[in-house]
């Protein structure tokens, strides 16, 4: 669609904005769940004029391996993303805080694995 | 009698199989051709789903046959006049819109054919049949879907979707004309009904054709000779030159 793509934020915008645009099927992400039970992980995306055609589309790009039981596609300009060069303020505080992480007890052997 | 109803059972698998076969190279055409990469993909499946299918019923014909030819040997090393697909799959695919209305057309009469066949009397039939009919269902989803949305799209891309039925309606008849074969098929209940096999075709294909926007040409005129093997169209033999040739330059050439 027209709008820089929220979910690409490191795409410079300069670039998206005085390029005349071609006029391409929307971009899609791509999510397949590999088995009952696991999560919808994102596997990568695609184009296509609508929600049904980029499902199928992600059916024959992405499932033709046997790799999934769902898809889920949603329309890149509706996710939100964290910028990269906001890294240091979002992520470099939880460096130095191990105390988060709960690895201060001590497990009981009958536990096992965990 | 029993040899009689062999080779006609021989001759119906051939069909089943021609039809697949032919189609399925004709759409491994496009493989790297497409006109955007995911159509590309998609139609490289839809030939891989229809080869596939092919394997089986020409490994099964190849077996009615009794000769010891495999499903390789029936592919590769018949000439025009021993194939039995419909004139229909071996039309040169056009442009995309062109491929997709013919693939829409054949998928139709293949979706309510393979429905049928699920409930052969033959039960190696009937397990092809289940198999491929779920190929099937999503072959005709996706190609109506594309019909509709070229049909129904610019003025441009309906000009050409016009252009490419008034072409290919004519080929339409040929799937639905029944002969000895398709009769003795029927009243064995290995085969449906060929008339019967039209209305479920005609109750799919004329609304997806209305929401399209195009118009169904006036006139039951119908090219036939292509199940029969009595004429094909000139196109099928520049299709298996290209199809053929390695074992044809190479005999018995495996890798």
């Known amino acids: 669609m027209s709008s820089p793509n929220s979910a690409y934020p490191d795409t410079p915008e300069s670039q998206t904005q005085t390029k005349p645009k071609r006029r391409e099927w929307p971009l899609w992400e791509v999510f397949i769940r590999g088995q009952h039970g696991m999560s919808h992980r994102h596997v990568g995306s695609l184009h296509a004029p609508d929600e049904e055609m980029a499902i199928k589309n992600a059916r024959d790009v992405y499932t033709r391996r046997n790799e999934g039981v769902s898809i ?16 240091g303020p979002l992520y470099e505080p939880s460096e130095c805080k191990v105390y988060r992480h709960p690895t201060f007890f001590d497990i009981p052997d009958e536990v096992g694995a965990m | 009698m029993a040899q009689e109803h062999q080779a006609q059972l021989f001759e119906f698998l051939c069909r089943m199989g021609d039809n697949t076969l032919v189609l399925g190279h004709r759409v491994s055409e496009w493989c790297g051709h497409a006109p955007v990469l995911e159509e590309d993909i998609a139609l490289a499946n839809t030939a891989l789903d ?44 056009g442009d995309f819109g062109q491929t997709m209305l013919r693939q829409f057309l054949f998928d139709a009469w293949h979706l309510a054919m393979l ?46 979707m016009q252009k490419a039925l008034d072409l290919l309606w004519p080929y339409v008849g040929e799937m639905f004309v029944a002969d000895a074969v398709d009769d003795a098929m029927a009243s064995a209940g290995i085969a449906p009904d060929l008339a019967a096999l039209r209305m479920e075709f005609d109750a799919l294909v004329k609304p997806a054709l209305a929401e399209a926007t195009l118009t169904i040409p006036e006139g039951g005129f119908a090219h036939k000779g292509g199940k029969s093997g009595f004429q094909h169209s000139e196109h099928l033999g520049h299709l298996l030159t290209q199809m053929q040739w390695l074992q044809r330059a190479y005999p018995g050439a495996s890798w």
């Open chain 2, 50 to 93: 229809l080869i596939g299918q092919t394997q089986m019923w020409l490994g099964l014909a190849a077996e009615v046959e009794g000769k010891g030819r495999s499903a390789d040997d029936l592919a590769m090393l018949r000439d025009v006049w021993d194939f039995r697909n419909v004139l229909l799959v071996e039309q040169p695919n």
């Open chain 1, 72 to 87: 889920w596609v949603v329309e890149a300009r509706h996710i939100a993303a964290s910028s990269p060069s906001q890294k």
């Open chain 2, 115 to 160: 429905t049928a066949l699920a409930r052969s009397s033959n039960a190696r039939i009937a397990a092809i049949a289940a198999k491929s009919v779920k190929e099937v269902h999503y072959h005709v989803e996706r190609s109506g879907d594309t019909v509709i949305g070229l049909g129904d799209g610019t003025s441009e891309s309906h000009q050409r």
